[in-house]
């Protein structure tokens, strides 16, 4: 599927109609991004909090329909930050997979990655240190380096860090760029694309009277807009001064994590 700018596509809410004829009485399963998409972006990971209210609108959703948060997150993070029973939890942009039974799923090489990560995290921890703002986050399967304090005009220098990283370790790692963060992965064939539909199979949802949405606003949730192209919809969630410039795979948007619940409960009315 060929990407369009975001200005171009319907609302979510406003054209809801749309997006319920796309559903075409198939029973929706809701995934959904935490990080800009549950929660406002902030300047630290720390301070993206979830609201008492969007969590009752996730755990009403969830008592109708098959809900799932995939997250760039240490699962254990995002389960802790969520706080809702009978959802299914994916953490490291999929990486690292709990379902309500209690069964999980890790990438088979994901118990490999810890040195490599240490390896990196202390290269860029060494190179980052000069640079006002920069933080490092450490995550079980990733790591992260958020600029989102740091200068416009060092914003290079920390992409050249991270590229520096890599370069130590050739072909073992990779970056995705994300909303003002560098996402360090292991170089291995996985993503939130991939982890959705091996969710759809293990749920017993990969048939065609389903219809999965996934709710996402970052360049990581493309891989995931992707892979729903005919058999789902992919909602975007783009503030108004980035709608201009930027494109996406996703069918249709919503404006900021308002929107979203806004959606959700809507989406719950549907009978």
Known sequence: MSERPIA?????????????????????????????T?????????????????RAVVAALARRLPVAVISGRDRADV???????????????????????????????AGDVAP???R?????????????GALIERKRFSLAAHYRLVAPARAAAVRAAVDDALAAEPGRLKVKPGKMVFEVQPAMDWDKGK????????????????????L?????????FAVLRDRGVGIVVAAAHEVDGRATRADFRLADPGEVLSFLRRLEGLR
């Open 8 to 36: 171009a596509l319907p609302s979510a809410l406003d054209d809801f109609a749309s997006l319920e004829a796309r559903l075409g009485g198939r029973r929706a399963a809701v995934f959904l991004d935490y990080d800009g």
């Open 38 to 54: 549950l929660t406002p972006i902030v300047d630290r990971p720390d301070m993206a909090i979830l609201s008492p209210e969007a």
């Open 79 to 109: 389960e802790r930050l969520v706080g809702v029973d009978g959802l299914v939890y994916a953490g490291s942009h999929g990486f690292d997979i709990r379902l309500p039974d209690g069964r999980e799923l890790r990438h088979e090489a």
């Open 116 to 118: 490599l990560l240490d």
């Open 120 to 132: 990196a995290a202390r290269r860029l921890e060494r190179a980052l240190s000069e640079i006002p």
């Open 195 to 214: 982890a959705l539909l091996w969710l759809l199979r293990a749920l017993g949802l990969d048939d065609a009277g389903v219809a999965p949405l996934f």
């Open 216 to 224: 996402g606003d970052d360049v990581t949730d493309e891989d995931a």
